[in-house]
């Protein structure tokens, strides 16, 4: 199976539900992803668990950016 196949199987509702969940969580005070974004951009990211952190909450959006990638491609 390579990757566009699989793209296209993963239900776009899946995607969205995990980046309003998994990807913003947790809400309060602010996002992780958004936190860590930060991070990075001042340079201090560099424990390897908050690159793990980043990873973990960026995947939902990188996954959304494919799909809507590969949608703008197909059509």
């Known amino acids: 199976m390579n990757i566009p196949n699989l793209l296209d199987q993963i239900p776009f509702v899946f995607v969205i539900l995990a980046c309003l969940t998994l990807?913003?969580?947790p809400f309060l005070p602010e996002?992780?992803?958004w936190e860590?974004?930060?991070m990075l951009s001042a340079g201090t990211l560099t424990k390897p668990?908050?690159?793990f952190d980043l990873f973990w909450?960026?995947?939902p959006?990188?996954?959304l950016l494919a799909k809507l990638i590969r949608m703008a491609l197909t059509r």
Do not use: E, V
């Open 61 to 63: 959006w990188l996954l």
């Open 57 to 59: 909450h960026a995947w």
């Open 31 to 33: 996002p992780h992803l």
């Open 49 to 51: 668990i908050d690159i």
């Open 36 to 38: 860590k974004l930060k």
């Open 23 to 25: 990807g913003l969580a």
